[in-house]
């Protein structure tokens, strides 16, 4: 199975200043047709998780352009441009490259 | 509006069975991969079984291969998860997620909290 890696485990972030979460793959997201196979999360607490960021770098509708993802076959990077408050909670990434897909075990979120 | 609403779930002694249901509404649900990812309490996310719009494609992790099946009924807009031989570590909130490629848009219902207790 493919093992996703996040960090950190923690981030305290500042209202209104960036911040910016990693996630590695054990082997590339990348398929033939050239697309990476790389979506991002957000889960608030006591809700479901939601979309940000599917195939790398594609925003789901209606999601704020202050999150964008980038990244290489395995190294993949979240940023979020100024942080608010509404931003608070885990994010995950996650493979659909293989089955079985795999999430990274989350990046906490919190206000400093 | 969207909605996928799940069902079904409970307290279950290890080795029980359950079934769990979930209702779709406002996408097109017949056109639409479908799946069931987990929460285990306090946990991250797993990916349970995946099936494909016409369910001929099913896809399960290893840990509930030959315990769990997932299924779909497309006229009723309806997805399920049957569950057999139920073990502790299945405990967890139970999500259904719709894959809707026509609008890149993904839905998640609310959940619904499976206990494997005795």
């Known amino acids: 199975d493919i093992v996703m890696t996040q960090s950190p485990l923690s981030l305290p972030v500042t209202l209104g200043q960036p911040a910016s979460i990693s996630c590695r793959s054990s082997q590339s997201l990348v398929k033939s047709d050239g697309n990476t196979f790389l979506m991002w999360f957000h889960q608030r607490p006591g809700q479901s998780p939601r979309r940000l960021i599917f195939n790398l770098s594609k925003r789901e509708p209606g999601v704020p352009d202050r999150f964008s993802g980038s990244g290489t076959g395995t190294d993949f990077t979240l940023k979020i441009s100024r942080v608010e408050a509404e931003d608070i909670g885990i994010y995950y990434c996650m493979q659909n490259c293989l089955w079985p897909h795999t999430f990274g075990g989350g990046t906490k979120v919190e206000i400093k | 509006e969207v909605q996928l609403v799940e069902s079904g779930g409970g307290l279950v002694q290890p080795g029980g069975s359950l079934r769990l249901s979930c209702a779709g509404s406002?996408?097109?649900?017949?056109?639409?991969?479908m799946s069931w990812v987990r929460q285990a309490p306090g946990k991250g996310l797993e990916w349970v079984a995946h099936i494909n719009p016409d369910g001929g494609e099913i896809y399960y992790v290893d840990s509930v291969k030959g315990r769990f099946t997932i299924s779909r009924d497309n006229a009723k807009y309806s997805l399920y998860l049957q569950m057999n031989s139920l073990r502790d570590e299945a405990t967890a909130i139970y999500f259904c997620?719709?894959?809707?490629?026509?609008?890149?848009?993904?839905?998640w219902g609310q959940g619904t909290l499976v206990t494997v207790s005795s």
């Open positions: 406002g996408f097109t649900f017949p056109s639409c991969w």
């Open positions: 997620v719709a894959w809707d490629d026509s609008r890149n848009s993904n839905y």
